[in-house]
Nanobody
Framework: QVQLVESGGGLVQPGGSLRLSCTAS????????IGWYVQAPGKRREWIAR???????TYADSVAGRFTITRDNAKNTVYLQMNNLKPEDTAVYYC????????WGQGTQVTVSS
């Protein structure tokens, strides 16, 4: 079973940047399509970016052009570089396999506020 650990969140001013990390145990992680998800207070968790095992990426319209997803399979880690952050990006950020989810990690809180 793959265990997921998200990190890198924090408090940032509008227009600022953060880099999130998703580190996993288990060899299946490096072979899998991985996505980043957000869950804002009172809202459902939703997908924002995903990356195939060989690096092809897709983004939700809300983050396209501002966020970049990358991965380092040797480190079993997927990253989310977030630039030009907006208050509406405030949420808990999670990573997981889009199909046949593993157990969700605790996520990492991102707060965008002045």
């Amino acid at each position: 079973q793959v265990q997921l650990v998200e990190s890198g969140g924090g408090l940032v001013q509008p227009g600022g940047s953060l880099r999130l990390s998703c580190t996993a145990s288990g060899s299946a992680f490096s072979l899998s399509l991985i996505g980043w998800y957000v869950q804002a207070p009172g809202k459902r968790r939703e997908w924002i970016a995903r990356i195939t095992n060989d690096g092809a990426t897709t983004y939700a319209d809300s983050v396209a052009g501002r966020f970049t997803i990358t991965r380092d399979n040797a480190k079993n880690t997927v990253y989310l570089q977030m630039n030009n952050l907006k208050p509406e990006d405030t949420a808990v950020y999670y990573c997981n396999r889009p199909l046949m989810n593993w157990e969700w990690g605790q996520g990492t809180q991102v707060t965008v506020s002045s």
